[in-house]
């Protein structure tokens, strides 16, 4: 039978960008999570560490919603998986670092939500696969009709150390300011990188491919991307298979 360790509400960590969704975890209704780190703790013998999650609309609005699941700091050699509309299998590590989740032959299943409406049956997991340390992965909930805007997240970090210190690097990864302009963008995009060098830019589209990536980054970097297709993308700086920093970019030629 696969384990389900108890959740623990860290403090809240950052500004809310548009709370027009509440998250709630359904066998403890109350408190909404929105904006917050939720600590899952286990051992590295647990086959599965696992987050629950009810998201509720608050707003006036009808949304059609999806979920995008971003490796903020991941151990190599776990997995996870994540349950939107649709469970998928579990990937190893580094094979998808930012991944639209809910997704059937290349196509997001969305979830539609009417004000006042809540969608259960959102699970994130994670199998430490006999590794001591922890992980840190973003999920993060937007309407596909304005991609570009956040309406609800929560950093999930799974905590699976017997031997091993785990430290709040979400908190150092903040100091770190990434830019990106024009946005949106036709040809050359400009990414200045503000407190490190040495990073490598991935650019994401929304079904989770890198479909276009540039190592050694400085400070300034210029980057074309006249041959990517119109739409949204994830602009990721990537350090020692470490997820820095992302910003939304929109392609329109």
């Known amino acids: 039978m696969k384990k389900t360790i108890t959740l623990v509400l860290a403090s809240l960590l950052f500004c809310t960008v548009n709370a027009q969704l509440k998250l709630i975890d359904p066998t403890h209704p109350g408190a909404d999570l929105n904006n917050t780190e939720i600590v899952v703790n286990g051992t590295p013998a647990d086959t599965e560490l696992e ?16 979920c995008r699941r971003t490796e903020v700091d991941v151990l190599p050699n776990t997995r996870n998986s994540t349950c939107w509309v649709i469970c998928p299998p579990y990937v190893n590590q ?26 259960v049956g959102f699970l994130a997991h994670y199998d430490p696969q006999n590794i001591d340390g922890c992980s840190l992965l973003l999920y993060e909930w937007y309407d596909v009709n304005n991609p570009s805007v ?19 690097s979400l908190i ?65 700086i990537v350090k020692n298979n470490v997820i820095i920093s992302t910003k939304k970019v929109i392609v329109k030629h």
């Open 150 to 168: 956040t309406l609800a997240k929560i950093y999930g970090r799974f905590t699976h150390n017997v031997n091993t210190s785990c430290t709040a």
């Open 172 to 236: 150092e990864k903040e100091t770190v300011s990434l830019n990106v302009f024009p946005n949106p963008v036709n040809n050359n995009l400009t990414i200045e990188i503000e407190g490190g060098n040495n990073y490598t830019l991935q650019m994401v589209d929304l079904l989770g491919k890198t479909v276009l990536s540039k190592t050694n980054l400085t400070a300034i970097n210029t980057v074309d991307v006249s041959l990517l297709k119109d739409g949204v993308y994830f602009a990721t």
């Open 94 to 119: 580094g094979e998808y670092p930012t991944l639209v989740v809910g997704q059937q032959n290349g196509t997001v299943l969305t979830a539609n939500a009417a004000p006042n409406d809540t969608l």
């Open 51 to 66: 987050i629950a999650l009810s998201v509720i609309n608050t707003s006036t609005q009808n949304y059609t919603i999806a």
